[in-house]
């Protein structure tokens, strides 16, 4: 049974970074072909996709956000990991990670965990 958890704080700084991990569990983040994805809701708003980190390790990012995004991932841990840097008050969203499969339609999802940026 494939799961999928969210980590991190609930509460980040304006102008600092927002870090979100994702732990996978019943499938190994290295298995083709699948991507490992990044998701976000702000209020009042439609899902936003933030990019994915392939099974090969290549990334892609939302050009919107891509200056400021890294996802990463730790095989040992079955991890991978958002870091979105220098937020602002309209950062604040449900984060939620995911897997996409090979034809890129999603599959799994974690419960959400919501992130608030304070000034």
């Known amino acids: 049974q494939l799961q999928l958890q969210e980590s991190g704080p609930g509460l980040v700084n304006a102008s600092q970074t927002l870090s979100l991990t994702c732990t996978v569990s019943?499938?190994?983040?290295?298995?083709?072909?699948?991507?490992w994805t990044w998701i976000r809701q702000r209020p009042g708003k439609g899902l936003e996709w933030i990019g994915y980190?392939?099974?090969?390790?290549?990334?892609l990012y939302n050009p919107s956000l891509k200056s400021r995004t890294s996802i990463s991932r730790d095989t040992s841990k079955n991890q991978f990991t958002l870091q979105l840097y220098s937020v602002t008050p309209e950062d604040t969203a449900v984060y939620y990670c995911?897997?996409?499969?090979?034809?890129?339609?999603?599959?799994?999802w974690g419960q959400g965990t919501l992130v608030t940026v304070d000034l």
């Open positions: 995911a897997r996409e499969a090979n034809p890129a339609i999603v599959d799994a």
């Open positions: 019943g499938g190994s983040i290295t298995t083709a072909y699948y991507y």
């Open positions: 980190i392939y099974y090969s390790g290549s990334t």
